[in-house]
């Protein structure tokens, strides 16, 4: 009886699109054509993104399968995944655009799958579409956050907290530019030395009797071919310890690890630093300093300290003493949105005033984690069981 014999194992097989036609769809367009595995990838200029897509749609390319706006610090760029379900060839279209004039086509009107995209793409990353039916203010709605942001988070001129990072430059655009031939994706080219062959490494002279003997830390000759083999173990890190403005850091503990002598001169002895300003009690307003660092409380800004300083309230004890009325008063009328925390600004500088670092750290944190009990909307009906 003859042994059973399996089937051979299906492969799938997803055929490119003819070169003729991808010819004639890139034909009198600023485009760079590309193959990745079984995708062809078209970067074409700003200016045909649109052009492209029209004529994309006319071929037959009826499935938009995904949308994503991406930084990449020097612009930023929208990769569209289109697919033909029948023939299920598939074509991925990028373009870039300057931070400066962040405005895309949109191609919502030819596959209405795109719009949740195209919001999430101006949410995330400020990237917007002109002419998208769902828009607010001349660009697209929020789809994840609320309407009153006016930052897009998933840009890298932005920490996590929100706030623009200080000194942050955008990189030049690159040249060539991405629908260009020669244009490096993500770096720039690596210059020709890094590529050079290494030199071979010079082997250390003897140590010599005689110097050994005048100088008595002098260790002894190694090695080099057991010393480069043997590397040296990585610094071990250190976790950083949170120490609220106004106070000294702490002293480290003693090592129980016994220490190398590595040379006996004596260390450099550092200047003496600058004392570091001391908390002052609200009971004493003859020592308050004029002007207090309103910035290190939590959802305020150098922009909103810079209103609430020229508003007259630039010391903790001002800004508890000002009700939230006064403060959304003065955000307004600056022109600034505000902010989701703005009740606990009197309390945080009160507990400031008064020298409280701890309990401004327990608060500070609880905001940050969005713990803090907040009132609820009387106008929303609780759901209770019958």
């Known amino acids: 009886m003859s042994e059973p014999t399996l089937a051979p194992a299906k492969v799938w097989h997803i055929p490119l699109l003819e070169s003729d036609k991808t010819n004639g769809l890139v034909a009198g367009l600023k485009a760079r054509v590309e193959t990745i595995m079984d995708t062809i990838q078209i970067t074409v200029a700003l200016e045909d993104y649109r052009t492209l897509c029209e004529r994309l749609f006319k071929a037959g390319f009826d499935f938009p399968s995904s949308m994503s706006g991406t930084d990449f610090e020097w612009g930023l760029g929208v990769a569209l995944q289109l697919q033909q379900l029948e023939s299920k060839r598939k074509i991925t279209v990028r373009t870039y655009c300057t931070y400066e004039n962040a405005h895309v086509p949109t191609v919502s009107d030819l596959w209405g799958g795109v719009d949740w995209h195209e919001r999430e793409a101006y949410d995330l990353v400020g990237i917007i579409f002109d002419g998208h039916e769902d828009s607010l203010d001349g660009h697209p709605r929020r789809i994840l956050l609320e309407d ?33 031939e020669g244009f490096q994706p993500f770096a720039a080219a690596a210059p020709a030395a890094a590529h050079a062959p290494t030199a071979p490494k010079a082997v250390a002279a003897p140590v010599a009797p005689a110097a050994v003997a005048s100088n008595p830390v002098a260790e002894a000759p190694v090695n080099p071919v057991v010393a480069e083999s043997a590397p040296a173990e990585p610094p071990k890190k250190v976790a950083k310890k949170w120490v609220p403005k106004g106070e000294a850091a702490p002293a480290a503990a003693p090592s129980s690890q016994p220490q190398t002598l590595v ?89 400031l005033a008064k020298g409280d670092m701890v309990g401004f750290k327990a608060l500070t944190d609880a905001l940050v984690a969005g713990q803090e009990e907040k009132p609820r909307n009387p106008k929303i009906k609780r759901w209770e069981p019958r």
């Open 148 to 180: 009153h942001w006016t930052i897009h988070p998933l840009q890298k001129r932005y920490n996590t907290r929100g706030y623009l990072i200080d000194g942050w430059k955008a990189k030049p655009f690159p040249s060539p530019a991405p629908w260009e």
């Open 263 to 351: 040379s006996s001169q004596p260390e450099p002895v550092a200047a003496p630093a600058e004392a570091a300003p001391v908390a002052v009690e609200a009971t004493s307003p003859a020592v308050v300093s004029s002007q207090d660092d309103l910035t290190i409380i939590e959802g305020i800004g150098p922009k909103r300290a810079e209103v609430l300083v020229a508003a007259g309230i630039a010391t903790f004890v001002q800004l508890e003493q000002t009700s939230v009325a006064k403060i959304e008063e003065i955000m307004k009328a600056a022109g600034l949105d505000l902010a989701p925390g703005i009740e606990s600004w009197s309390k945080q500088a009160g507990l």
